[in-house]
């Protein structure tokens, strides 16, 4: 491995200011899609910012999302088709916080959620399933996106919970905290619902770290159990997550305040006093609390483009197609729209369900007639995707894609049912254990208890017949 060290040059100099670039392994694979791309940024300073998505070829503003302000990874985007941010300030709210969710398609007001506390940073499953959540408490949320039902809410660190990220096969769920811990948690554990309140089994934890956590990255490709870390200690740590091994510290001078992976070649860009990084096709960017943000051609180690925000410190940023900003009429965009709910605030009680589905972002000519439909009702949901097919409507395309989510659902719900037998199960077996283990006691407690009587009935008899004799 060897590092490179490059000086941003960002608007203002920061002495403080650094950019390294780690390399383990630079493997020969196909470019990155070059296709156009968009910046998304936003800042936690005021919620009259908002969100900027800009051309990054061109620079153009694209699209201006007003009343927005995230946290440090408070930000992402779910399946290219929606913007998931929390939100630090909700005036008048006790719990000061909030989730916003907005369709890059359609230019219509967020689907607002209000969890009973503030949440930071968030992380989505790549199949856009699940959402977690963690708060200045340290205690995370998970919730179901299509249904909004809030499956798990659990103390999970002592201190803040500054970083969350899942796995890329989505069965691990990997948190980072203030006081430098990081926990691994299976997905399996924590949507099991018999007690949503319960602390979930722990697989893994590290205290390596000694100082805030900023970062938490997974490797793609053969390396995909690879885990990197990143604290204000000034340290990046390379994990297996799945043994929960170190395998490698690597010291800066500075403490680490930003990272990023690229994903398809294993390098590892990390910053000091740089406030957030990220990769597009372009090369690497990196935005600085001056308000700026700077594209790299990382090869010559020069700028290749330069934004000003001007609106506050960028805490998040991120590139997502701008096919993803197209409207919802376009018949490319139509099939693969995916479904979102307001997230529940407390959780479901175990037995309980919605068991609705709505079908959202039809094309014009279905407008006015949104359908929903109850999961229970299977043999109308079939009759109506038949007529649909017959008339081969985007509408029925939908609807597939509606049900292949209805399924996925149902086998959750039955992987949960097969721990509960499991746990039934298990619990019978001891029980024969033990009655196993207690019956050659009990069996010799009553033979001994049997000859000892028929010794002493033995001697009395014995007594009773010298009397007679005598």
Known sequence: MHFLKVSPSHAKKNASEFL????????????????????????????????????????????????????AQGLLCLRKQFLVASQIHRHGSIGGGAIFIWALNKPRPPLRSYPVEAIGPLSCTNDGIYLAGGALSGNAYLWEIASGILLKTWHAHHKSVNC??????????????????????????????????????????????????????????????????????????????VTGRLIQTQVYPLGVTASVLHPEEEILFCGGAITALTISGLGLISASADCTICIWDVVNRMIIRRFNHQKGAVTNMMV???SSLL????????????????LDKYPQPANSSKGTATLL??????????????????????????????????AAMQMKVETCIENRMWATRMTKHVMEMNKHLQSRLLDLMQCRLLWPTEIDSSTSKKRKKLKVETILQGAEESQSSA
């Open 20 to 71: 390294y670039i780690a390399v383990y392994t630079v493997s020969h694979s196909e470019e990155m899609d070059k296709g156009r791309e968009a910046l998304v940024v936003c800042s936690d300073k005021s919620m009259g910012i908002g969100i900027t998505i800009w051309d990054m070829e061109t620079g153009d503003h694209l699209l201006h999302i007003p009343t927005s302000a995230s946290p």
């Open 164 to 241: 969350l990220l899942f796995s890329n096969d989505d069965s691990l769920l990997i948190s980072g905290s203030e006081d430098g811990m990081i926990c691994v948690w299976s997905v399996i554990s924590l949507i099991d619902m018999e007690d949503s309140r319960s602390l979930p089994p722990l697989l893994h934890y590290s205290s390596e770290h000694v100082s805030s956590i900023t970062s938490l990255l997974t490797a793609s490709g053969s390396s995909s159990s690879l885990l990197v870390s990143s604290s204000l200690d000034g340290t990046c740590k390379v994990w297996d997550f």
């Open 320 to 322: 997502i197609p701008q």
């Open 327 to 342: 409207s919802a009429s376009n018949h490319l965009g139509v099939l693969n729209q995916f479904h979102v709910s307001l």
């Open 361 to 394: 972002s039809l094309p014009r000519s279905f407008k006015g007639t949104q359908t929903c439909f109850d999961s229970g009702s299977t043999h109308s949901s079939n009759q109506h995707m038949s007529d649909l097919e017959k008339e081969q409507t985007p």
